[in-house]
């Protein structure tokens, strides 16, 4: 399961950022360091472009670098 995604789930004093292909990585505020890994549980955030298999043939979903879902054919 993904880690959840929002600056309330984040301790202080992180962040967070989305790469332009839709990845999600965080920032510890302090250090000045970036992980792929959320803070609190240690797992990835599961985004950017990917094929889910309840979309119809050749449908994808992707996201705005604000973390906005959408949808590609």
Not at 51 to 64: M, Q
Request: hydrophobic fraction near 30%.
């Amino acid at each position: 399961m993904a880690a959840p995604l929002g600056q309330d789930s984040l301790p202080e004093p992180w962040s967070y950022g989305v790469c332009r292909d839709g990845r999600v990585f965080f920032i510890d505020d302090r250090t000045r360091t970036t992980t792929w890994l959320h803070p609190r549980s240690g797992e990835s955030v599961n985004s950017g472009h990917m094929i889910r298999s309840d979309l119809p043939g050749g449908w994808e979903e992707g996201f705005t670098a604000e973390g906005v879902s959408y949808f590609i054919k």
